[in-house]
């Protein structure tokens, strides 16, 4: 058993992307009087760019070079995703967004079995704790050790700094840790940490090189719905 499991939290845990995120964001564009509109098809090619204020810098230099905020664009895209988190926290509140399947379960057996915990992710960390608190069971944000999120960091995913400050933080070698991603960003951050990595992938994520990760599955599986492989040797 590895000593730790270092948890990605978007499209790992849950599917919180497309009627999440992405919903999060264009209801804070409407606040802000803005037309734009990221459909899941154009959101699938923004999310190239992890975190969500890069994904907007990135969004308004492709495709609205001369949107006026252009003079004081950090600040303006913070106070924009200050309005997308607040939306995105509610939408959770109301409990739209399940876990995937086998996470729970998964957890459970971690803790059950000593194996320690933590989260290693690009979002903000009130997104974790509130997918955590609304999903899991109320007061789990406790059960994970270190909750290493957003820019606590300088660099995000693909970059490998979330990874090495939670292995920093728990005391932990990378041979002594498993990780969970469900991106291209995510096992780039892991593998390149050299941290043992399963995928498991999703609608976004299916056709996004793996290479480096040691299994690639559908999903974590339920007893009455096992998981597919889709690449990789399972037993090992
Ligand atoms: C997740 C992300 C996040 C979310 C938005 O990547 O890229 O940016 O889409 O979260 P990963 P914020 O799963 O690889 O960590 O808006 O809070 O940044
Ligand atoms: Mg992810």
Known sequence: LPQALL????GTLADT??????????????DAGLDW???????????????????IKHF??????THPAQADLTAWIAGLHKAKTQHYKDLLAAGTIPLRPGVKRLID?????????????????????????????????DWFEVIAAGDVVPAKK?????????????????????????SYNGVRSSVDADIKTIITHNGYTQ?????????????????????????GDAGS
Request: charged residues 25%; hydrophobic residues 40%.
């Open 158 to 182: 693909p970059a490998t700094d979330i990874y090495l400050y939670a292995m920093e933080k728990m005391q932990l070698q990378p041979s002594e840790c498993l990780a969970f991603e469900d």
């Open 207 to 231: 056709s996004h090189d793996f290479t480096g990760a040691t299994l690639v599955l559908s999903d974590m599986g339920e007893p009455n719905a096992p998981f597919t492989v889709i690449s």
């Open 37 to 55: 509109d990221w459909t899941p098809e154009l959101y699938g090619e923004l999310l190239a760019v992890a975190g969500g204020k890069e994904r």
């Open 17 to 30: 992307e497309r009627d999440g995120h992405r919903v999060a964001f264009n209801q804070a564009f409407q």
């Open 109 to 141: 057996e971690a803790r059950d079995a000593g194996v320690r915990i933590a989260i290693s992710t690009t979002t903000t960390p009130d997104n974790v704790y509130a997918l955590l608190e609304n999903a899991l069971a109320p007061g789990s944000s």
């Open 60 to 65: 308004i230099e492709t495709k609205h070079p």
């Open 7 to 10: 948890f990605d939290v978007d």
